[in-house]
């Protein structure tokens, strides 16, 4: 209805020429309030807080100086330098954002610490194949020119996410970014190894890893990703010796029975306790092998017999340890057989397969092969399929570090949410195993260990060495491996604040406040973080993990590249804005859960943005010449709508805050968006207009304005956290509409609305009333196909308490459900005979059917009312009757079920009178 109203009467009551733009474009909107945002400094924590300091309102809330001020901070889940925007990366910065913004707008000295990872493997992989395009490999350019080629790369491209985010509107220090390899960063990864390795937590062994045998390289277990594939299991006898039987195993891998060194099965599985102890001669190769037990067996899996590779199966690995198996590798780090694997050496591990097979067959030891659908790991980079071998590598001793980060998560000083995902960290935590953190490749932080060529004496050095700390040789050789990616970034939350120096920055934002990340990394990214920051720091990272979901397509699926159905957020954000895309990611979430991407939604979202517009315009075009220094509210005759706005404005202020501080951010969204469109703008504004232009005298279109500015002023505020270009538009165009300067240079450094204490419950009552009529006769309208613009005459029946409220709200019912005659009767006159009957807030409302309506379809009409009555009134009788509900949600909430309650028995109640007199 906003729209539908012309300019003319409007710009006459302003008495000036007014340029807002009459349609909402978010590419015009969001070009330039970025920039003006970082050229003013206001990412910068004592920059917005002193600026912010001007704010007349900024006294108020006990916000002081920078000095004083409690930090609030963030750092920035470092983005690969490799990456572009996806999705996830859209959610999880604007969750970051929403939460910033909120607490600087708060007058906390907040920091957003931004970032990106070197991604070793990645990054690499990237350049690796830029050289093969030219003809080249890392080998013929060597180590040293190759890393060269790779900072070329990284100062390239690596800015391409960044000035992603900055579209995307995330209010980082851009001025404290770091990179996981920059100088200072570097320092503190070295430094943190070498004390490590110096205390015995760091040390050198034989382990079995996830091995790419494309990229030459050891992945962590977050790099390797598991896909569902049809295969086959394979049924193998091993002879018994000592006699003609034998046992059957089943594999998927038949190639690796080569390197078996053991045959297990469940202690507890009383068909094969008898064979416990004997021995059996393994296929093809003839080596005699045991008959363990081991609990790990599953004995639902094929025949509850296991084949023991401990060179090439994790799992297998661990039994072996306990069981002090030999180790044979028969697959090597090129994937081809070893020489272990007698006549197949040299095969392909998959010709290995197809050789084994075949002899198998041939010699009357395959039994039968089946069809199987099971996981198969590849590498996150290459898509190969990932080969676990037993190499020597470093590791870190995971149980003495992971006691302390295990009490943190106990004790609450770090808190999950939602609390659920701390069940999963400590199950991990208190499994944990030792962590490999070496590398094969040549882009990282090289480990900082040296080897004497001399004496054998190898030692850890922060700085790069240049003789043998033993001997004084300078005959030295660094270990060619660099670290874990995950090693670095686990020092992000104190490095990326100057640790090891003692810097300002790390006294003041050390530790951080809240980490907002994916529940897939709990474990890789911020388990590790945890345990070094209590290690280093004496003090945990950050008080709060707040879990978020994926973003998965509208069939509920993963988005990925396979399946071609991811959504570029930057197109998104070309086609609709940037606001738009942030609400569409944060309203209707809930934390830790999934959220499924429907364009549907986003359309939604930007709706909403023209919604905001076009009430905003019309606000505008009536407030040319509102002065905000005349008498103030607390001095002006309010209406009852007034009055019910403000209220509406207090409650909205007051429960966003409590979500955010929940970090309930999606119904932070949901509780703006019910205000904004069905309060402000479908209501408050309709039934302001009149006063507007000036038909109630001027003293009420002042008040009127003073009411509009207020409101539209604070709610953009509320706004702002969630959709910062839209708000901040249109903030500096109110100001620039009555002539005056805002009182700070952006709507980002206002103070944070709070509830004002004008809540009126009789206010809202009444106007609850007045919409609920409304609303109620525009159904009747609509069912009954009545012409938009033909007038009806309505019959409403009133208590004496309510009478006054009605026939003060009479000329808005008319007006806005375009009514003839409104005839307000008693409870005890008459009903209207032959009518339309609707129960409106407990209010009878009839419009008589003469010409209007069908009575059979009347009757329906009411019959299905009625069952949505009585369908309502038995969930809220059913949340009254949960003595849980009752006793643990907030008084005011259960007071209003109760409300609800009889609200909907009485109209249920009416309903039914209504029905009766119908069918008579």
């Not at 020429?17 to 400094?41: I, L, N, R």
């Not at 790991?377 to 990932?386: A, I, P, S």
């Not at 943190?408 to 991990?428: I, M, S, T």
């Amino acid at each position: 209805m906003i729209a539908e109203e012309t300019d003319g009467e409007a710009k006459q009551q302003a008495g000036r020429t007014f340029d807002m733009p009459t349609k909402y474009d978010p590419k015009q909107v969001e070009a330039s309030w970025y920039g003006y945002w970082e050229s003013h400094g206001l990412f910068r924590p004592d920059t917005a807080l002193s600026v912010r300091a001007a704010h007349p309102e900024a006294g108020a809330d006990g916000a002081g100086a920078a000095a004083d001020a409690e930090p609030f901070t963030v750092v920035i889940p470092p983005p690969n330098v490799t990456g572009s925007l996806h999705m996830g990366h859209a959610l999880n910065n604007t969750l970051q954002d929403v939460l910033v913004r909120w607490r600087r707008m708060q007058g906390r000295l907040t920091l957003w610490v931004p970032g990106t990872d070197h991604a070793g493997i990645a990054t690499q992989h990237v350049v690796e194949e830029e050289l093969a395009k030219e003809g080249y490999s890392r080998y013929s350019l060597g180590r040293e020119k190759f890393v060269q080629r790779v900072w070329a790369w990284k100062e390239k491209y690596g800015h391409i996410i960044t000035d992603q985010l900055r579209r995307l509107g995330a209010s980082c220090d851009w001025e404290r970014e770091r990179f996981t390899m920059d100088e200072g960063l570097s320092r503190a990864v070295r430094q943190v190894f070498v004390e490590l390795y110096n205390k015995g937590l760091i040390y050198q062994g034989n382990y079995i890893v996830n091995w790419c045998p494309s990229c030459a390289t050891t992945l962590s277990d977050i790099e390797v990703e598991h896909e569902e594939r049809d295969g086959k299991l394979y049924y193998i006898r091993y002879p018994l010796l000592g006699d003609d039987g034998y046992i059957v195993v089943a594999t998927t891998r038949p190639e690796t029975m080569l390197g078996d060194t053991a045959v297990a099965v469940n202690p507890d599985d009383s068909r094969y306790e008898h064979l416990i102890g004997r021995y059996v001669k393994l296929p093809l190769i003839g080596r005699e092998i045991p008959i363990i037990a081991d609990s790990w067996v599953d004995p639902e899996f094929g025949t509850g017999m296991v084949k023991v590779t401990p060179a090439h199966d994790p799992n297998d690995f661990e039994i072996g340890l306990r069981h002090d198996l030999e180790q044979v590798q028969v697959i090597g780090d090129d994937a081809r057989m070893t020489k272990e694997a007698g006549k197949y050496a040299g095969l392909d591990r998959y010709e290995a397969r197809q050789a084994v097979v075949k002899d198998l067959e041939a010699q009357g030891l395959l039994e039968k092969v089946e069809d199987h659908v099971h996981a198969v790991g590849q590498c996150y980079r290459c898509d190969t399929v990932v080969e676990p071998l037993v190499s020597k590598q470093w590791f870190v001793k995971m149980k003495p570090l992971a006691e302390p980060a295990i009490e943190v998560v106990k004790d609450g000083r770090v808190k999950f949410v939602p609390e659920r995902f701390a069940r999963n960290y400590l199950h991990w935590m208190e499994n944990i195993r030792d962590w490999c953190i070496s590398r094969q490749l040549w882009w990282g932080h090289r480990i900082p260990v040296w080897t004497c060529r001399s004496c054998g004496e190898m030692f850890a050095s922060v700085d790069d060495a240049t003789h043998c700390e033993n001997c004084g040789s300078e005959n030295i050789e660094q270990d060619p491996d660099v670290l874990d990616t995950w090693f670095s970034s686990a020092l992000w939350p104190f490095s990326t604040l100057g640790w090891p120096e003692d810097t300002e920055d790390l006294r003041t934002f050390y530790p951080t406040s809240v980490l907002v990340t994916g529940f897939d990394i709990i474990y890789f990214w911020v388990a590790r973080m945890i345990f070094m920051g209590l290690s280093f720091m004496e003090k945990e990272p950050f008080s709060h993990v707040l879990i978020h979901g994926l973003v998965r397509d509208a069939l509920g699926r993963k988005m990925s590249k396979s399946l071609g159905n991811g959504v570029d957020p930057l197109d998104v954000i070309e086609e609709f804005g940037a606001d738009a895309l942030r609400f569409t990611l944060v309203s209707g979430i809930a934390p830790g859960n999934d959220t499924r991407w429907q364009p549907e939604r986003v359309e939604a979202a930007r709706n909403f943005a023209n919604k905001i517009w076009n009430a905003s315009r019309f606000a505008l075009m009536n407030l040319g010449d509102f002065d905000p220094g005349e008498k103030p509210l607390a001095q002006r005759e309010l209406t009852v709508h007034d009055r019910w706005i403000l209220s509406r404005l207090d409650w909205t202020a007051g429960e966003v805050n409590r979500h955010l501080e929940r970090f309930d951010l999606g119904e932070g969204a949901r509780e703006l968006y019910d205000f904004v469109w069905s309060e402000l703008c479908d209501w408050y504004i309709e039934l302001v207009k009149p006063r507007l232009y000036g038909r109630d005298g001027e003293e009420s279109r002042r008040t009127a304005q003073h009411v509009l500015w207020h409101v539209l002023e604070a709610t953009l505020r509320l706004l702002h956290p969630y959709m910062p270009f839209i708000t901040e538009d249109i903030w500096q165009r109110m100001y620039k509409a009555i002539g005056a300067e805002p009182p700070v240079p952006s709507i980002m450094v206002t103070p944070w609305p709070k509830p004002a204490g004008r809540r009126d419950e009789a206010a809202e009552r009444e106007v609850e009333m007045l919409t609920e009529i409304v609303r109620a006769i525009r159904n009747i309208r609509a069912e009954q196909h009545v012409e938009p613009g033909r007038r009806i005459d309505v019959v409403v029946q009133a208590t004496p308490e309510r009478r006054a409220a009605l026939e003060a709200a009479v000329p808005h019912i008319q007006t806005l459900a375009r009514v003839e005659n409104l005839e307000i009767r008693s409870m005890d006159d008459p009903k209207p005979e032959k009518a339309i009957a609707a129960i409106a807030a407990g209010v009878p409302v009839y419009v008589p059917l003469a010409g209007l309506v069908d009575i059979e379809q009347e009757i329906a009409r009411l019959e299905k009312e009625l069952a949505e009555a009585e369908k309502q009134l038995a969930g809220v009788s059913a949340r009254l009757a949960n003595e849980n509900f009752v006793s643990k949600a907030p008084a005011s909430v259960v007071e209003r079920e109760r409300e609800k309650q009889r609200e909907l028995a009485e109209r249920a109640e009416l309903l039914r009178q209504r029905l009766a007199e119908l069918r008579e």
